[in-house]
């Protein structure tokens, strides 16, 4: 079974709505996996305009 992913934010969601944006768009279509640790430091982050430490798709379709 995929994970569902937020298609706003990117962000592996387990509940009913998306922690980072409150909304309930998901997709099971997405590649690539990223953690982020540490969001300060992270010039990943700084370029996918990550703010919150979590678990990301790359893409999202």
């Not at 962000?11 to 990223?34: A, E, H």
Request: charged share 35%; with cysteine; proline share 3%.
């Amino acid at each position: 079974m995929s994970k569902k992913v937020c298609r706003n934010c990117k962000l592996f969601v387990d509940g009913p709505s998306c922690p980072i944006c409150k909304r309930n768009q998901f997709t099971d279509n997405w590649k690539g996996r990223l953690t982020i640790v540490d969001v300060e430091r992270s010039d990943i982050a700084k370029k996918m305009n990550i703010t919150v430490k979590g678990e990301y798709a790359i893409k999202v379709k």
